[in-house]
């Protein structure tokens, strides 16, 4: 089945303390990307990549990092945790072709405290 | 800047048909999309417009003017199931990087 799997998909953690986000898609698409959605501000982009080694920042990267070794998986790292990245997180692909549009992982839901 | 603007709730009864506004204001244009997403899920991709007009899909519509930077969506035949947050997203840059707006949620009512 094709799919986006991203993991965990609940996570408390700590303020500072390091975690990632894995998201992994297998059909072989070559764009990626990372939303945060929070009440009353939609889906913001946090980085998307168009390839493997291509990285470049959304709307809302402060925080943020991430990497893409291969083309399947497109991790997200939080360095250093704070409350307000206290949010939904979805990754998403898309193979580019036009209006293809992205497919959605289900969403990691992250409490920071 | 960038903005997109949509209503932020819509009620209407089932059987009926809604149309769901869009304007947008971006830095580029490569089309628009609307997505379907259902509480604590994941949006689901609906339609997409490139080029002005209507784009038809079953029960759902979607139509398109750039010149104005204008979107609705269409749902006919309301059924209890559509009641969902329908998000319209606009790609800038041609390379996936989708701008949001921040969703209007549809209620369906008996």
């Known amino acids: 089945e094709a799919q986006v799997t991203q993991n965990p998909r609940y996570l408390i953690t700590v303020t500072g303390k390091k975690l990632t986000v894995t998201c992994s898609q297998n059909?072989?698409?070559?764009?990626m990307s990372w939303y945060r959605q929070d009440p009353g501000l939609g889906l913001r982009q946090i980085y998307y990549s168009m390839n493997v080694e291509v990285t470049d920042k959304g709307d809302v990267p402060e925080g943020y990092k991430v990497s893409r070794k291969e083309k399947r998986n497109f991790p997200l790292i939080l360095e250093s945790p704070s409350p307000n990245q206290t949010s939904l997180y979805f990754c998403?692909?898309?193979?580019?072709?036009?209006?293809?549009?992205?497919?959605f992982g289900s969403g990691t839901r992250l409490t920071v405290v | 800047g960038q903005n997109i603007d949509q209503p932020t709730e819509m009620t209407a009864t089932e059987g009926a048909i809604v149309q769901i506004n869009c304007t947008y204001q971006t830095s580029g244009f490569n089309g628009l999309f609307w997505y379907q997403q259902h509480a604590g899920e994941a949006p689901t991709f609906l339609s997409y417009?490139?080029?002005?007009g209507l784009e038809e899909k079953g029960r759902f519509s979607s139509f398109l003017s750039r010149s104005k930077g204008y979107s609705y969506l269409l749902l006919k035949e309301l059924q209890m199931k559509d009641s969902a947050s329908y998000l319209c997203a606009v790609d800038q840059t041609g390379a996936n990087n989708l701008f949001f707006g921040t969703g209007t949620r549809l209620t369906v009512i008996p």
């Open positions: 998403a692909s898309s193979s580019g072709q036009g209006g293809s549009g992205y497919t």
């Open positions: 417009n490139v080029l002005d």
């Open positions: 059909m072989n698409h070559e764009y």
